[in-house]
């Protein structure tokens, strides 16, 4: 069962538009947050995360933003760039400190 | 470049073999971490070493055998491996299992085939 859902799928952005990505989640011992983007034949990298306690983290065109309440926690990538074509994963990390993750999002941002 | 170094990058091999993959970090990270990754799929945990002890076995299937000989290696000894184990197989690490904020850092994966 996922512990972590994540939405859309996939998108597809124009260049210089805003990618939207959406997660949820129902447990609410989850302590750290982050995201990850990888490319085709990469591993993947850490691109940005945030505490429970924090409401928005912004990391040049990438911000998160949570909402402790509702449970959800949100990447948007402002700006678009072709560059950023790639495979997005939302994570949570648990009390037994084993991260859980998004089923992933894959990026194209057209130019 | 990463800073978790993984090897070989593609390895093919039939069932009846044995194998390693392997992984260094230079980070003086104490948590180290084996994934398995199918195409379009995240990542799934399969072990995790702390402080050079197998700490969490996500019940992976013996063939699968994990080794750490020190804070900056971690192998994985394959045997007798099925075609659906064919996948992406990642190595991590992080500076310790339960320190808070630090985040687990990917290599890039060996890609294994099994014939």
């Known amino acids: 069962q996922q512990q972590v859902k994540q939405s859309p799928q996939s998108l597809i952005v124009q260049k210089g538009g805003i990618s939207i990505i959406n997660c949820a989640y129902e447990?609410?011992?989850?302590?750290?947050f982050p995201w990850y983007q990888q490319f085709p034949g990469k591993g993947p990298a850490l691109l940005i995360a945030?505490?429970?306690?924090?409401s928005e983290k912004k990391e040049g065109r990438f911000t998160i933003s949570f909402n402790k309440s509702a449970k959800q926690f949100s990447l948007h990538i402002m700006d678009s760039q072709p560059g950023d074509s790639a495979t997005y994963f939302c994570?949570?990390?648990?009390?037994?400190?084993?991260?859980?993750f998004g089923a992933g999002t894959t990026v194209t941002v057209r130019a | 470049d990463t800073e978790v170094t993984q090897t070989p990058k593609h390895l093919v091999m039939g069932m009846t073999n044995k194998k390693s993959l392997k992984c260094e970090q230079h980070?003086?990270?104490?948590?180290m971490y084996w994934y398995k990754q199918k195409a379009k799929k995240p990542p799934e945990l399969m072990f995790v070493?702390?402080?050079?002890?197998?700490?969490i076995n996500e019940s992976v299937p013996s063939r699968f055998s994990p080794e750490c000989p020190n804070s900056s290696l971690l192998n994985l000894h394959l045997h007798a491996l099925q075609p659906e184990d064919s996948a992406l197989y990642l190595c991590?690490?992080?500076?310790?299992?339960?320190?808070?904020?630090?985040?687990?850092?990917f290599g890039d994966g060996t890609r294994l085939s099994i014939l």
């Open positions: 945030i505490r429970p306690d924090v």
């Open positions: 980070m003086g990270h104490r948590a």
């Open positions: 070493y702390s402080y050079e002890k197998l700490s």
């Open positions: 447990n609410t011992a989850f302590d750290y």
């Open positions: 991590a690490s992080s500076h310790g299992v339960e320190q808070l904020n630090q985040p687990q850092h």
């Open positions: 994570a949570a990390r648990n009390l037994d400190y084993k991260l859980s």
